[in-house]
């Protein structure tokens, strides 16, 4: 692919705070963005176009095609067949192949199954009749989670009994689903990679990953060494079904370190809440790194600026005025905050990296 010159446009999916934080890189490479979505939102800030639209919407998404030179997008919630017809009007990176895969449980489950990864007990469910057999199989406690539309801990529930199948079969909203078994974890971690269009990979340090109630609470770099022994095998993984999608941008793969290796959870085809040290904490960030893959760049290098990184999500009121003051004057530590008006309960407002060098 010849790069594209700066000054082209790139066209954006979604308007929240990865659409900003991509927009921000790609003026920093001297391109625009240009952001679809059904109303405006962080990203527009700092865009130089919208265009307004349902996200199955295919007249909106054609006319959003003739402003962008290509097309990305900041999550993978959405159709993938109006993807696929926006991709004969320009290209779409990473492809509407790998969204697919990635917006599924099943799919990707299995996807990364054929791959070699190793997973979690799991069994697809369709009703309450299947869910009480996938419990007979896999046992409690589990987890049971939609297979479409569920991110921060939302679509998912617990059963510690088999009598708990009915409330959580309900409090998912009786949608199709995968029981997944619990596993004996010592920590989460993820794997962050970019691929090229001439198929060259890099990959950041695999950051450890701490949640609160299904959200990402703190990421830190270097992860300890039960991480860090199960790297390679992770990053291999990765590598191979970015290769087998023929992956463009960044890719995402949770994983669990356990005692038996590296247990695959789950993968998103885009920038991550889990790379978002990589702003001030990387030589080349996961945004600009994506910019750099898509326009058919030459990638960065990703070898950390400190000794240790730390990423901190402000969620909620995390991200009032009042709470968030005395980190401007924190040596080392670097705010971001994404322009959201509403603060709300358990939503992503901001976060804090702090670098120590």
């Known amino acids: 692919m010849k790069p594209l010159p700066p000054g082209t446009t790139i066209g954006v999916i979604g308007s929240g705070q990865l659409g900003r934080m991509l927009s921000v890189a790609a003026a920093q490479l001297g391109y625009q963005t240009h952001i679809f979505a059904p109303q405006s939102g962080p990203a527009n800030d700092v865009s130089a176009g919208f265009t307004r639209g349902a996200y199955d919407d295919e007249e909106a998404l054609a006319v959003f095609a003739s402003h962008a030179d290509v097309v990305t997008y900041e999550f993978e919630n959405i159709p993938a067949g109006p993807i696929e017809a ?8 990473p492809s509407p192949a790998a969204l697919a895969v990635a917006q599924d449980r099943i799919a990707e489950k299995t996807f ?12 697809a469910v369709n009703g309450p009749r ?21 991110y921060d801990g939302k679509g998912q529930a617990r059963l510690m009994t088999p009598e708990d199948a009915r409330h959580a079969w309900e409090a998912i909203g009786g949608r199709p689903a995968i029981l997944e078994g619990f596993v004996k974890f010592d920590a989460e971690f993820s794997i962050v990679l970019a691929r090229g269009t001439d198929g060259s990979i890099v990959t950041w340090p695999a950051p450890k990953n701490e949640h609160k109630d299904g959200i990402l609470s ?35 793969l949770e994983f669990f370190a356990s005692a038996d290796g590296p247990i695959f959870n789950e993968m998103a085809p885009r920038v991550h809440n889990s790379g978002h040290w990589t702003i001030e904490g990387a030589v080349t960030s996961q945004f600009e790194n994506h910019v750099r893959a898509i326009c058919g760049l030459p990638l960065g290098p990703t070898a950390l600026t400190g000794r240790k990184v730390t990423m901190t999500n402000l969620i909620g009121e995390d991200a009032l005025p009042e709470n968030v003051a005395h980190l401007l004057a924190e040596p080392g530590a670097h705010l971001h905050l994404y322009g959201k008006h509403e603060v709300r309960e358990g939503r992503k407002m901001g976060h804090v990296t702090r670098v120590t060098r």
């Open 86 to 93: 926006l991709s004969k009007h320009v290209p779409v990176h």
């Open 112 to 123: 990364a199954e054929k791959a070699g990864g190793r997973t979690a007990p799991w069994r």
């Open 130 to 150: 299947a869910l009480e057999e996938a419990i007979a199989e896999i046992g409690c406690p589990a987890i049971l989670k939609t297979t479409r539309f569920g």
């Open 218 to 252: 703190l990421s830190t770099v270097p992860a300890p060494k039960k991480i860090a022994a199960q790297h390679d095998e992770a990053v291999a993984l990765a590598s191979r079904i970015a290769q087998a999608l023929d992956h463009v941008g960044v890719l995402t």
